[in-house]
C-alpha cells in the first residue's frame, strides 16, 4: 500500500512538474530573443547614405591629429571590436587609463563610456576624436581636414543634404554607422528559437546555471546580456567609475554591466583589463571579489563544483557568431 501511494506521488511529479518546467525554460529563453529590427533615433534617423559615409568615418585615421588612429585601431572587428590588450594605445603610443570596450549593439545602451558619461552615441563620438589621448584632434580642425577632400564634401552632400558637412553631422554619421555594428546569429540563438540541437547539453546546464545559481543574469540580462545599469563587482582596480561622474559615494568603482555577445574574442576583460580569460573571470566571481561597502550586494562568494565551471564556460562560448568579416571601406584619397 505505501509503495502504491509513492508510485502515485511519482507519476504526478512527472505529469504536473514536467510541462511546468519546460514552460519556466521556454519564458527564461524568450528572455533573450534577439529583436527584429535596430532602434534608430527620432533625432538622426538611418539612411544608407549616412551610414555608409559612417562607416568611412569610423575607419579614417585623417581623424586624428597625427593620421594614425581611427576608430577601428581600438574598436577592431577581428577582436569582437575591442583590441586585445588591457589598456588600448592612445596618441603618442600612450596607453589610455580603461581597456577599450566593444562597440557592439549600441544602439539598444542608453549610456556609454564605462562610467556612462555620454549619454548619446552621437554625444560620445566627439570624446576620442578630441581627447589629447586619444586622437587628439579638435572638431573644428577636424572639419576643415575632412572639406579639403572632395570624397568626403560629396559624401557629406549625399547624408546631409541640408547642411553637408558640419561637426554634428560627422557625429551623427558616425553614430548612424555604430548602430548598425550588430552581432551575428549564434547557436545560443538558434537554441532559443527552437532548435534543440544548436548547442549541447553542456552549454544548455550553463544556461540554467546562468540564470539560476551563479546569478549572472541579474546583471547580465535580456538579449545583449546587459541591465545598462551600474555596479561595482569587486575589481582590484582604483578606478571611481560611475562614482567620478554622479560624485555619489554609493556609485563608487561600479562600472556599466558589459553585454556578453561575442565574448570569447574580447580579451582581456573587465575595464582595466585585469583578467586575461573566461576562466579568470569566473574565477573573480567565485571568490566574489573585494569585499568594500559599495560592492554589488549580489557578489558574493559563489558555489560552483567543477562540472558546473565547466558548463558555464560552454554556455558563455555559445554566445560568439561565426565568420565575422567587416570589409573595409573605400576611403577617399583627397
Ligand atoms: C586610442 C584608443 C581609442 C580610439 C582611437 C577610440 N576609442 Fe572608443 N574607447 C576607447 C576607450 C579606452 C573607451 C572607454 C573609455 C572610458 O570608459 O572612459 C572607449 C569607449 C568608446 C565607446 C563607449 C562604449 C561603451 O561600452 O560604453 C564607444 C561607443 C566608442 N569608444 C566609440 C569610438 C569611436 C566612434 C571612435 C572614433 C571616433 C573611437 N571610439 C576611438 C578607446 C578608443
Ligand atoms: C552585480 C552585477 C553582476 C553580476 C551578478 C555578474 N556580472 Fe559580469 N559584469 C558586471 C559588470 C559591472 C562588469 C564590468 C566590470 C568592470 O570591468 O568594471 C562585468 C563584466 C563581466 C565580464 C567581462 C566583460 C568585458 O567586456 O570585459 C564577463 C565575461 C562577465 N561579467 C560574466 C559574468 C558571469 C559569467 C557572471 C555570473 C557568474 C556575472 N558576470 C555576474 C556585472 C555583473
Redesign the pocket.
Known amino acids: 500500500m505505501k509503495h502504491f501511494v509513492v508510485v502515485i506521488t511519482a507519476a504526478l511529479c512527472v505529469s504536473v512538474f514536467v510541462p511546468a518546467v519546460a514552460a519556466d525554460l521556454q519564458a527564461q529563453k524568450d528572455l533573450y530573443r534577439r529583436p527584429q529590427a535596430i532602434p534608430f533615433p527620432a533625432d538622426n534617423p538611418y539612411t544608407i547614405e549616412k551610414a555608409a559615409l559612417g562607416k568611412m568615418l569610423f575607419f579614417e585615421t585623417r581623424l586624428s591629429r597625427d593620421n594614425n588612429l581611427s576608430c577601428v585601431s581600438c574598436h577592431n572587428p577581428s577582436f569582437g571590436w ?1 583590441v586585445p590588450f588591457a589598456k588600448a594605445i592612445g596618441a603618442g603610443g600612450k596607453p589610455l587609463g580603461r ?1 577599450s ?2 562597440t557592439i549593439n549600441h544602439a539598444w545602451g542608453n549610456t556609454f563610456f ?1 562610467d556612462g558619461r555620454a549619454g548619446s552615441l552621437e554625444a560620445q563620438a566627439r570624446g576620442p576624436i578630441e581627447a589629447p589621448a586619444e586622437m587628439d584632434l579638435p572638431m573644428a580642425v577636424a572639419v576643415k581636414r575632412l572639406g579639403e577632400i572632395e570624397g568626403y564634401r560629396l559624401a557629406f552632400q549625399k547624408a546631409f543634404p541640408d547642411k553637408g558637412l558640419t561637426e554634428d553631422n560627422v557625429l551623427k554619421a558616425i553614430a548612424t554607422y555604430e548602430r548598425t555594428i550588430v552581432t551575428g546569429d549564434t547557436p545560443f540563438d538558434r537554441w532559443v528559437r527552437g532548435d534543440e540541437k544548436a548547442i549541447s547539453a553542456s552549454a544548455i546546464r550553463g544556461f540554467a ?2 540564470n539560476g545559481k ?7 540580462s535580456g538579449w545583449n ?1 546587459s ?1 545598462e ?5 569587486g ?1 582590484r ?1 582604483p ?1 571611481t ?1 560611475r562614482g567620478g561622474v554622479t560624485g555619489n559615494p554609493g556609485d563608487m ?8 555577445r561575442e ?1 570569447v574574442a ?10 586575461d580569460t ?1 576562466e579568470g ?2 574565477a573573480h ?2 571568490s566574489g571579489g573585494t569585499a568594500r561597502p559599495t560592492r ?4 558574493q562568494s ?1 558555489q ?1 563544483d567543477g562540472a558546473e565551471f565547466a558548463d ?1 564556460l560552454t554556455f ?1 562560448r555559445t554566445l560568439s557568431s561565426p565568420g565575422n568579416v567587416v570589409a573595409m571601406p573605400n576611403l577617399p584619397a583627397r
Request: proline share 7%; hydrophobic share 45%; charged share 15%.
Open positions: 575591442q581597456k570596450p566593444t564605462w546555471l546562468f551563479a546569478r549572472c543574469a541579474t546583471c547580465h546580456f541591465d545599469k551600474f555596479h561595482d563587482i575589481l582596480s578606478d567609475g568603482h561600479a562600472t556599466r554591466t558589459p553585454g556578453l565574448i574580447r580579451a582581456p576583460y573587465m575595464h582595466d583589463g585585469s583578467l573566461l573571470v569566473l566571481y567565485i554589488s550586494p549580489l557578489m559563489l560552483l558555464l558563455l
